[in-house]
């Protein structure tokens, strides 16, 4: 079992399979960041599923791939086989942005892939356009329709920025709704690689729109689960995730691993050890996540005050693309 120094029980691996995406999402990666890294920089799957079997040797219960697009890398269904094959009672899901899932779904599906969450920031062609920089929205759609169709059980994840898409959160809720999924409002967490200009909308001003249509309450979440659930009046679910409140980290149970193998404790330091040199032994692999789980922070630094006074504040240098989100 793994523990860190705050007595949590990790038993959740996030794996960014790429940092490549074929969006430039304003919140995440608004201009291509870099020359991508040569390959040779990158894990192989063979490299990832070393490191893989050695975590759910030791607790790892849940695997999320995700990016970057983890679909933008090929034969992803390879790496999903190799995990499934391992150990079929994984909770193995995946986070993408749904524009190349349509002609994938089948194949992930059939290599054991049991979950799915799909961003969607809007219902709207030029919203997503501005906020993507491409014309993704019937693409995505399509993918969203692929997925339920194929039985997976999906969710969707909606980043719900000020002037951009706060006024389409009921349609989005609605959608969500008629379609038999989870919708999940993140606040905008700044970071040192997204548009300056965002602002967040803060999940109690979420909470008031919905509450103006539905009666609502909340109702215990899995423990370790980032996202708060609220149920409305007809037992529909759905979800809001804040970073700016600290019991996201009381409960943290996540360890995410990059493209280029850094293992990293939290999504907002900078701190982690790469992999890379230990893969040779399954004993250094161990000592490495071990180490990076001693090491883990007690919570994030994203604070209420960007919100209520507006004040500059330290903010995160860690890119979502490179740690997966
Ligand atoms: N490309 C995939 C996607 O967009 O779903 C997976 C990677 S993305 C980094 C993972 C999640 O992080 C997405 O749901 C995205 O909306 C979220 N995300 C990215 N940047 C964010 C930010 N600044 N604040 C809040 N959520 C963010
Ligand atoms: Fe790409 Fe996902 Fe980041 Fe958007 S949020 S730029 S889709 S990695």
Redesign the pocket.
């Known amino acids: 079992m793994l523990i860190d120094k705050f007595e949590r029980k990790v038993d959740y691996l996030r794996i960014s399979v790429t940092q490549r995406?074929n969006?430039r999402?304003q919140?995440?990666m608004p201009e291509k960041p870099f020359e991508w890294l040569p390959k040779e920089e990158i894990l192989s799957y063979e490299e990832m599923f070393s490191f893989i079997k050695v975590s759910i040797d030791n607790g790892i219960k849940k695997i999320r791939l995700?990016?970057?697009?983890?679909l933008v890398r090929d034969d992803l269904d390879k790496l999903i086989s190799m995990i499934y094959e391992y150990k079929n009672d994984i909770d193995l899901a995946l986070?993408?942005?749904g524009y190349l899932l349509k002609n994938q779904i089948h194949k992930l599906k059939n290599a054991g892939l049991k979950r799915i969450?799909?961003?969607l920031?809007s219902l709207n062609k030029e919203t997503m356009w501005y906020i993507t920089k491409k014309d993704v929205l019937c693409a995505v759609m399509e993918g969203i329709e692929a997925a339920l169709d194929a039985g997976l059980f999906v969710k969707l994840?909606t980043?719900v920025m000020k002037d951009i898409n706060d006024f389409e959160i009921m349609e989005l809720y609605e959608f969500a709704k008629s379609k038999g999924m989870q919708i999940r409002f993140?606040?905008?967490?700044?970071?040192e690689s997204?548009n300056d200009t965002l602002k967040t909308l803060p999940s109690r001003e979420v909470l008031e729109k919905i509450m103006k249509k539905h009666i609502i309450e909340e109702v215990p979440k899995n423990e370790s689960s980032a996202a708060k659930l609220y149920k409305d009046e007809s037992g529909y679910i759905f979800g809001i995730i804040e970073p700016y409140d600290d019991s996201f980290c009381k409960t943290c149970n996540r360890i995410r691993l990059s493209a280029e193998g850094d293992l990293i404790p939290c999504l907002y330091f900078e701190d982690s050890l790469n992999i890379k040199s230990s893969l040779q032994s399954n004993e250094k692999l161990l000592e490495v996540l071990k180490t990076v789980i001693k090491n883990k922070p007690e919570k994030n630094k994203w604070t209420h005050q960007t919100l209520i006074f507006d004040e500059p504040q330290e903010i995160s240098s860690r890119a979502?693309?490179y740690t997966?989100?």
């Open positions: 995406c969006f999402c919140y995440c995700t990016g970057g697009e983890p986070t993408t942005n969450n799909i961003s920031d994840n980043v993140i606040e905008y967490m700044e970071n997204a979502f693309y997966g989100g």
